[in-house]
């Protein structure tokens, strides 16, 4: 009954291949997180959505781009991956997005760049 | 600038201790702070939530402190178990904002 669900599990894409990462919810949550990982740091928020309304963070790569088809579909697309975007990434929801509603995550993709 | 700051960065045990996670924040205005569990390999579960009126709550072996005034929380974890290792994330949630801020976490390891 897993209420996000990210695939694949596993990415392995080769330097400045084109790379999406995947991300559904069954929770019916308004907003939508993207979040980048790498060992022993905190997640870093990438960009995330409420409803439709994209918000990207201010030092988000311009090679990192999102796509949100509907509420239950999340997309992060790498344009030309390097060898620093190797890390977990994470997919999150909330229900409204204020403190009071916990974030859901996903178990991640981890992403691998040769 | 909002801060979550935890400590110890890591931690071993021997099974059937207990132990104490830290959390210092500096996140204004306070809305609730979270500690999430994430398992090696997988997404950060949620283990408790703190409000600002709130002192102690605990969820099974798991009980959180919070001290608004000083902006601490804790994370006791009692009798601990093989299925503790993991990393502990300290979540701070700002009023009006959708972005919680993140602590590194602590990753603890308990030993047989």
């Known amino acids: 009954d897993a209420m996000v669900i990210q695939n694949p599990r596993y990415q392995v894409t080769q330097f400045g291949k084109p790379v999406t990462l995947s991300c559904s919810q069954t929770?019916?949550?308004?907003?939508m997180y993207w979040y980048q990982q790498k060992s022993s740091q905190a997640p870093k928020l990438l960009f995330h959505?409420?409803?439709?309304?994209?918000?990207n963070e201010a030092d988000t790569p311009d090679n990192f781009q999102s796509r949100r088809p509907n509420t239950s579909f999340c997309f992060l697309d790498i344009r030309s991956p390097g060898l620093g975007d190797a890390a977990m990434y994470l997919c999150?929801?909330?229900?409204?997005?204020?403190?009071?509603?916990?974030?859901?995550f996903g178990n991640g993709t981890r992403l691998t760049v040769t | 600038k909002n801060q979550v700051e935890q400590s110890p960065q890591s931690l071993i045990i021997l099974e059937g201790k207990n132990c104490t996670l830290q959390?210092?924040?500096?996140?204004?205005?306070?809305?609730?702070l979270r500690w999430y569990k994430q398992d090696t390999g997988r997404g950060p579960v949620s283990l408790t939530i703190?409000?600002?009126?709130?002192n102690t709550k605990s969820n099974g072996r798991y009980t959180a402190t919070l001290d608004a005034d000083t902006k601490q929380s804790s994370l006791h974890i009692t009798a601990s178990q093989l299925s503790d290792s993991a990393s502990y994330i300290c979540?701070?949630?700002?009023?009006?904002?959708?972005?919680?801020?993140f602590g590194r976490g602590t990753s603890l390891i308990v030993h047989p």
């Open positions: 999150a929801t909330s229900r409204d997005g204020t403190g009071g509603s916990p974030l859901h």
């Open positions: 929770l019916n949550h308004n907003v």
């Open positions: 959505y409420y409803d439709k309304d994209f918000n």
């Open positions: 959390c210092n924040y500096t996140v204004s205005p306070f809305s609730n």
């Open positions: 703190m409000t600002f009126s709130e």
């Open positions: 979540v701070v949630s700002s009023g009006g904002s959708y972005i919680p801020t």
